[in-house]
T-cell receptor, first 115, second 114 residues
Framework: GESVGLHLPTLSVQEGDNSIINCAYSNSASDYFIWYKQESGKGPQFIIDIRSNMDKRQGQRVTVLLNKTVKHLSLQIAATQPGDSAVYFC??????????????FGKGTLLTVNP | DSGVTQTPKHLITATGQRVTLRCSPR?????VYWYQQSLDQGLQFLIQYYNGEERAKGNILERFSAQQFPDLHSELNLSSLELGDSALYFC?????????????FGSGTRLTVV
């Protein structure tokens, strides 16, 4: 069945460095991808999304890259800050649209930023 | 505040008991999703409702049930609770007319079964 997984369960970086979090997906029909950030004790929050007709999208300090050939998604965080410490989830929508819209989530990567 | 409200925030109960978790979706969102999150399982999809109707089921146990009411709030009922049911339970809502942005999550209910 469809699955979304993360290559690295934990990532530790120094403050000010760039972070890259990776995600593999298996459903080639997925047309929409999202990165969520979950801080301790809170629900996941939307960071950035990308549609399958794009290969790159930039936000504020974040960039999402999509490689459909190898079914790979990555989240790049520039100048990582202590407030970026959280669990990051990728999610894909590959199971229909409209009222059947359902996201499939990866297991998450814990990002720790060291001061 | 995400606009999705979950109550209670914390719940401690004994094995064998029954609890009800409540979710009010963001204004305008017709769809509600329930997820269970434990340390080693990530976000596990339980069930989806759209405008009062069940639309999809995931890894939801038979001891668990849910419903969405006419005012669009949803309740997740967990019965015959076991220690392994201890987890964070998240509700999320979505607006299909605005696919962008995916789900909006509530802050969750932390259930501890003792």
């Amino acid at each position: 069945g469809e699955s979304v997984g993360l290559h690295l369960p934990t990532l530790s970086v120094q403050e000010g460095d760039n972070s890259i979090i990776n995600c593999a997906y298996s459903n080639s029909a997925s047309d929409y991808f999202i990165w969520y950030k979950q801080e301790s004790g809170k629900g996941p929050q939307f960071i950035i999304d990308i549609r399958s007709n794009m290969d790159k999208r930039q936000g504020q300090r974040v960039t999402v890259l999509l490689n459909k050939t190898v079914k790979h998604l990555s989240l790049q965080i520039a100048a990582t800050q202590p407030g970026d410490s959280a669990v990051y989830f990728c999610a894909e929508n590959g199971e229909g649209g409209g009222s059947n819209y359902k996201l499939t989530f990866g297991k998450g990567t814990l990002l720790t930023v060291n001061p | 505040d995400s606009g999705v409200t979950q109550t209670p925030k914390h719940l401690i109960t004994a094995t064998g008991q029954r609890v009800t978790l409540r979710c009010s979706p963001r204004s305008g969102d017709l769809s509600v999703y329930w997820y269970q999150q434990s340390l080693d399982q990530g976000l596990q999809f339980l069930i989806q409702y759209y405008n009062g109707e069940e639309r999809a089921k995931g890894n939801i146990l038979e001891r668990f049930s849910a419903q969405q009411f006419p005012d669009l709030h949803s309740e997740l009922n967990l019965s015959s609770l076991e220690l392994g049911d201890s987890a964070l339970y998240f509700c999320a809502s979505a607006n299909f007319g605005r696919l962008k942005g995916g789900y909006t999550f509530g802050s969750g209910t932390r259930l501890t079964v003792v």
